[in-house]
């Protein structure tokens, strides 16, 4: 069977991310022309522009569109601003973070997903990205950024996540307990964090960014 994909996008962009309130323009240009079945495994690329979120291995996956379009939408990187995105997965949000962006750094636990991200992104001709291999609770990272992504759930912001914004940053950030999770733009500012509660929704946690265990007798 031969899937149209262009067409697949168009209607992804008018049928699930627009009406999920995903209106900003350069968002929804840059959605409409990254082609995702190119971000997709192969054994899953029939499901490309689905309204569900796609396994990818180790436990993680790819988001919705409609929530990837609402986090692009909750940061709207400007073109000379530099962009952190935490969790990598399959490189397709790095993508269009990179057409909004000046510069993209994205981090990814998982060697074997941080490399097939790499080629995607090459493949596109994306050359303001890069994606390192490392775990986000550990990196030895001395750069801010004027945004970040966070790609998995938390159950909270780690301090570090928010040494990584520059002055008046922000980042968007899902956390809380499943099933009821906040998705959250967290602002940088001079009188410290604030935290700005968006919708709710629900994510697979970052590797080590989990609640802990409550034990009960």
């Not at 995903?22 to 309204?51: G, K, N």
């Not at 097939?116 to 001709?125: F, H, I, K, N």
């Not at 909270?156 to 008046?168: E, G, I, N, Y």
Request: net charge negative; proline share 6%; charged share 25%.
């Amino acid at each position: 069977m031969s899937i149209d994909y262009a067409k697949a996008r168009e209607m992804m962009v008018e049928q699930q991310v627009r009406p999920w309130d995903v209106l900003d323009a350069r968002v929804l240009e840059t959605i409409a022309s990254v082609p995702r079945e190119a971000f997709v495994p192969e054994a899953l690329r029939v499901l490309a522009y689905a309204d569900t979120a796609l396994p990818l291995g180790h436990g993680e996956a790819m988001m919705k569109p409609v929530l990837e379009g609402r986090a692009l939408q909750a940061l709207q990187p400007g073109p000379e601003e530099c962009v952190l995105e935490i969790g990598a997965g399959s490189g397709y949000l790095t993508a269009c973070l990179a057409r909004l962006a000046r510069e993209v750094v994205a981090i990814e636990l998982h060697a074997d997903l941080a490399e097939a991200a790499r080629a995607r992104l090459a493949a596109q001709g994306c050359g303001n990205a890069r994606v390192e291999t490392a775990d986000a609770l550990a990196w030895d990272n001395t750069q801010q950024f004027d945004a970040i992504c966070v790609s998995g759930a938390v159950d909270t912001v780690p301090a570090r996540f928010l040494q990584w914004l520059k002055p008046d940053g922000r980042m968007f950030v899902v956390q809380g307990r499943s099933p009821a999770m906040d998705a959250t733009l967290v602002h940088r500012d001079v009188n410290g964090v604030r935290i700005e509660s968006l919708f709710e929704t629900d994510l697979p946690y970052l590797a080590g960014a989990a609640p802990r265990p409550v034990f009960t007798l």
